[in-house]
């Protein structure tokens, strides 16, 4: 932290260079967009095989849209730090003496706008398939629930994915540890996502108090990662 | 007594599990000590 | 267990071998009463006789996990980072970790019994089998690669989060259950109409758990503390070979 | 002094990488490390970087003492591995001005850089992923330039450069000890090494011997 203080680099100026640093290589390598969105999307069709009911469908668009979210999650999660393990860059953020603090929220922000694109297409995937009918309310309702979701999604991914990156073992580990901690944005995005879709008749007033859950959630993780990414991600 | 495999079985599972760890905590234990000197049995 | 001697185990002292012995005597009368001695209940009948033994590992496993927290807790604080810590914490875990299971596996017994089904998606239930997942991540956030210090500092940070994600977890099944279905499901421990040998058995299995409990995390804590002196140990040998590649030395 | 070791063991897998080095770097020095694979070179340059626990003996480097916060030295070190730590997605310029926008050097730092490591504009437009080994080394050459490091790390430097890639290497080295760094760096060049540097140390099964 002094070591950004000593060059007059500003923690914001350090998130934002990892912040568009993980964008340009996405732009370039376009990761998510050729294989996690088909990959996300195939999981939502291959839902629609196995459950093969229309008003089931209806009724679990929310929950399915969450999961396959939260499949994806994990793949983008190891591919944010794939980008910095392969040609040992990791290596180089760590002897840089910068504050690892803002690389978490760099690499978060970034994360959370590719899971936000993701969804976008998702939650319009899941309007055209499982026929889902969306009022005015409804998607004020939707949109705060996306936002806050994915932002506690891409502070808890990133915490992990930092634990995990360049050890054994990752591609089940970071699974294991982050499915527990991701069970409350997983319940809570779902019932917000099925008040604003009018599922089973759920009224869209329901919904805000699972956004304040996870309202919660987003800060306890955005302030635990600050703190704690440094000391889990160092050697 | 109605039920006994279900009330027995509960008992042989906590206290087979128990003692499954104690007895290789000790065995551990024990293939560890061989070359350490009571010097370093912080607890003796 | 408690008969092992100095002799025998290494980890042994005065001291575990009271606790040891005290822990047979109340364990044996635990089972005694709880299988023959205590009543049936009114309501659940044979099947609250499994309650002895699943109340009180449920509590153990609680407590373990509150004690890996505080002692993670201890290791991130202490300037000297002590390793003794990072070893009670892990010892901990692990004994907490065994308990957790035998709660659910006793649980579903029990749950078979008085409600016909293993399992319940009630919001204790489902906590508690989150809680186990979690902990079994811990263990393997231990056994990754790195020096002793690496894993003493991941793994309480990993103990710590963990310490703010069950009441999350926690709080978000209760409401999910509360706004989806009715608290219709049983409650193992509301409808039991205890007498006194009932309330004594209950009480005797919560300290004869708890003295289980400090027995195996010393006995284990200190296996640890053997495991790193051995590998120490290990690297002055390997310490001699590896200059041993060199010239003359 | 810039390093002094003393008996330092460094554990890396369960392996005793260094086994008691000891060894003193002055200010000013380029000091080449040698010796066969495996010998510890790569853990000491590592080591020094404050990026491997020092499990026994003490090290102070640049006057922060590794065994009590390894983490202070590493501003003032640049460490080039055997990785280049680079984003093979960027081009060239991308690169290296991420790394400036880290620690706050200007666009005029990125500019120098490139043209002392013989960047051209054609190179720094170019993905690194379509760079030639010799190339990416450069360009991985140039990032630290850019960090003004105090205390240059460099694990084989000259691997897969071209000779002329290698006299302006070794012209980039002289010049950053002319500017006020110190160099250490391995090397299985043994002519060309030795040439360039003032001093040389041996490393053979973890531990250091003056050559």
């Known amino acids: 932290m002094k070591n950004s203080l000593d060059t007059g680099v500003t923690k914001g100026k350090v998130v934002t260079a990892v912040l568009s640093k993980d964008l340009k290589i996405e732009m370039r390598s376009r990761v998510v967009t050729n294989q996690v969105l088909p990959f996300a999307g195939l999981v939502m069709v291959m839902f629609a095989f196995a459950l093969d009911n229309d008003d089931v469908l209806q009724r679990v668009a929310g929950g399915l849209v969450w999961l396959a979210t939260l499949f994806s999650l994990f793949i983008i999660v190891q591919r944010s730090f794939a980008i910095d393990t392969q040609d040992g860059a990791l290596d180089s953020l760590r002897v840089a003496g910068i504050d690892l603090s803002a690389v978490f929220f760099g690499k978060a922000i970034a994360l959370a706008l590719k899971l936000i694109a993701l969804e976008i297409v998702l939650i319009c995937g899941a309007v055209l398939l499982y026929r889902v009918d969306l009022t005015a309310s409804g998607l004020v309702l939707l949109v705060t629930c996306v936002l806050c979701a994915t932002s506690g999604l891409a502070f808890v991914g990133i915490l992990y994915g930092g634990l995990t990156a360049g050890a054994k073992g990752r591609e089940t580990l970071l699974p294991l540890l982050l499915l527990p901690v991701v069970a409350p944005v997983l319940i809570a995005a779902t019932r917000a996502t099925e008040a604003a879709f009018g599922s089973g008749g759920a009224q869209t007033s329901e919904g805000w108090a699972w956004i304040g859950l996870l309202t919660v959630f987003t800060a306890v993780f955005g302030v635990s990662g600050s703190l704690a990414f440094g000391s889990l991600i160092d050697e | 007594m109605k039920d006994a495999g279900f009330i027995f079985g509960s008992y042989i599972v906590t206290l087979g599990a128990i003692l499954m760890f104690a007895v290789s905590t000790l065995r551990r234990a024990k293939k560890s000590a061989q070359s350490v000197t009571d010097k370093d049995k912080t607890w003796l | 267990m408690s008969q092992v001697s100095q002799e025998t185990s290494p980890t042994g002292t005065r001291a575990t071998q009271a606790i040891g012995v005290l822990a047979l005597a109340v364990m044996a009368w635990v089972v005694a009463s709880g299988l023959l001695l205590t009543p049936q209940d009114v309501v659940q009948g044979e099947s609250v006789r499994i309650m002895y033994v699943h109340v009180p590992s449920a509590w153990i496993a609680y407590l373990a996990f509150v004690f890996t927290a505080v002692a993670s807790a201890g290791w991130l604080i202490s300037k000297k980072h002590s390793m003794g810590f990072d070893r009670f914490a892990g010892a901990s875990a692990e004994v907490g970790v065994m308990f957790m299971a035998i709660t659910l596996i006793t649980g579903s017994l029990w749950g078979r019994l008085t409600w016909g089904e293993f399992w319940q998606w009630d919001p204790r239930l489902t906590t508690t089998a989150f809680l186990f997942v979690t902990y079994i991540g811990y263990l393997a956030v231990r056994r990754l690669e790195g020096s002793v210090e690496q894993r003493a500092r991941r793994s309480a940070v990993v103990a710590l989060l963990a310490v703010l994600e069950i009441p999350l977890v926690h709080f978000s099944v209760v409401l999910w259950r509360s706004l989806h279905q009715g608290a219709t499901v049983l409650n193992p421990n509301g409808d039991v109409k205890m007498d006194d040998l009932m309330l004594f058995t209950l009480f005797s299995g919560v300290v004869g758990f708890t003295l289980v409990f400090i027995w195996l995390v010393l006995h284990r804590q200190r296996t640890m503390l053997l495991v790193d002196v051995a590998d120490n140990q290990g690297l002055d040998l390997a310490i001699v070979a590896r200059r041993a590649e060199g010239p003359a030395n | ?211």
């Open chain 4, 1 to 211: 002094m810039i390093a002094s070791f003393s008996n330092v063991v460094v554990v890396y897998d369960n392996f005793p990488a260094l086994a008691g080095a000891s060894f003193e770097i002055a200010s000013g020095e380029i000091v080449l490390l040698q010796g066969p694979n495996g010998a510890g070179k790569t853990t000491l340059l590592r080591a020094c970087a404050g990026l491997l626990p020092i499990a026994r003996g003490s090290a102070i480097v640049l006057g922060c003492d590794l065994g009590v916060d390894r983490r202070a030295v590493r501003a003032k070190v640049g460490l080039l591995g055997h990785a280049n730590g680079l984003f093979p997605d960027l081009t060239v310029a991308e690169n290296i001005s991420f790394w400036s926008r880290l620690i706050g050097a200007s666009a005029q730092d990125v500019e120098t850089a490139m043209q002392i490591m013989g960047l051209s504009d054609r190179l720094s437009a170019t993905r690194v992923a379509n760079l030639s080994a010799g190339q990416r080394r450069r360009c991985a050459l140039a990032t630290l330039i850019v960090r003004r490091a105090q205390l240059w790390l460099l694990d084989e430097p000259h691997a897969g450069l071209d000779s002329q890639g290698r006299d302006e290497l070794d012209k980039t080295l002289r010049s950053a000890r002319d500017a006020g760094a110190t160099v250490v760096f391995a090397s299985h060049e043994i002519d060309r090494a030795q040439n360039l540097a003032t001093r040389s140390l041996t490393v053979v099964g973890g531990v250091v011997t003056e050559t």
